[in-house]
């Protein structure tokens, strides 16, 4: 809204030419994200707390957290409300990444808001049943891989409906990529191409990450600290390939648009860190399904919009841990009735082996970080 509405009076005011740059307006939605954080997180929380709008915590799990009963739930809508005020003035809202990404954050809100409703207003034990998120998620992750897939926006050239792997001619500088293309870490000349398989891909990405977060926020500030560094890595990925000199430099394809993202990895990254102020242990406030579903939807589409969709098992990589802990979990106690972890997700079982919860928070926010950076790496060990 802002760029729209200061950039273009430029010529009389020359201060308004800050609007053009991206980092101006990434730095600013940040800002913007985190004073509206602060201000409305008590708002949010007494509104919670009064319609008694609390979690319920699960008997089976470590005996440490039956005191967190009650802590407000639903906080995700802090986390929304602060990335999407931010996203509607900093950003460039005929940028088709940035709308890919902003609805991807709605939707899965959204879906976590309705489970969030039934299990807590509505003490549904369950929520909303499983097989029904699956569907929303899907039906986002298809309907945008399909919108990609028919309306390319990126690169240039014809798909091929096969999928493959493709060798890259380096000596043509900033070269294109095709729609259908996701970058393959460490290597230089090779891409995947999935062609119509694409479009089931980006939907199990989009379902793949969103529940990889959720499953990921069981400690205070553990899933909001990982997701912001998650954020960070691909909002610099973003910016950086959506820069002709930087992806030329780095041999990378040049993806016109995608830096516009990077407004929205700052108002998302501002957001987190405005709801861990009061998320942090002892958490006055959790985000639900509402937030981490959010979150996901966030990191899953940043990583697509940017054909980085591999890079998600790297940076991540402490999601990927947390969904791999419960799949072995569950698959050899089926086999065998014994367990692998204490319990799972991961998180659960470095608690039960005396690690305070802090502790764990913590750690796992420094793997995050070194994720994050050897992820970024990959721009250039190549």
Known sequence: MLYWLLYPLRDE???????????????????????????????????????????????DGPQTHLKKEGTPTMGGLLILLSVLVPVLLWGRLDNRHLIIVLISTIWMGLIGLLDDYLKVVKNYPNGLIGRYKLIGQFTLGLGIGLWLYLFPVVGEGQSSILPGIRTID?????????????????????????????????????AGTANSVNLTDG???????????????????????????????????FLNGAGEVAVFAGAAAGACLGFL??????????????????????????????????????????????????????????????????????????????????????RFWIVAALLGLIGLSTLKIR
Not at 26 to 51: C, D, E, S, W
Not at 307 to 333: D, P, R, Y
Request: a positive charge; proline letters at 3%.
């Open 277 to 362: 102020w009061f998320n942090s242990a002892p958490a006055s406030v959790f985000m639900g399904d509402t937030g981490s579903l959010a979150l996901g939807g966030a990191i899953g589409s940043m990583a697509i919009v940017t054909h980085c969709e591999f890079l998600l098992l790297i940076v991540g990589g402490v999601f990927v841990a947390e969904v791999l802990s419960v799949t072995l979990q569950v698959g050899h106690f089926k086999r065998t009735g014994r367990r692998i972890f204490k319990m799972a997700p991961l998180h659960h079982h470095f608690e039960l082996l005396g690690w305070a919860e802090t502790k764990v928070v913590v």
């Open 13 to 59: 005011v020359s201060l308004f030419n800050l609007f053009g740059y991206i980092s101006f307006r990434a730095a600013y939605a940040t800002v913007t994200a985190l004073v509206i954080a602060f201000l409305m997180g008590p708002v949010v929380i007494r509104a919670l707390r009064k319609r008694q709008i609390g979690q319920h915590v699960r008997t």
């Open 170 to 206: 380096l000596s043509t500088g900033s070269f294109s990529i095709l729609p259908t293309e996701t970058i393959v870490p460490f290597f230089k000349e090779l891409r995947f191409d999935f062609g119509l398989l694409y479009i089931p891909f980006v939907a199990l990405v989009m």
């Open 219 to 253: 400690l205070d500030g553990l899933a909001t600290g990982v997701s912001l560094l998650s954020i960070l890595a691909f909002g610099i990925m973003a910016y950086l390939l959506g820069n002709s000199n930087y992806a030329e430099y780095l041999q990378f394809p």
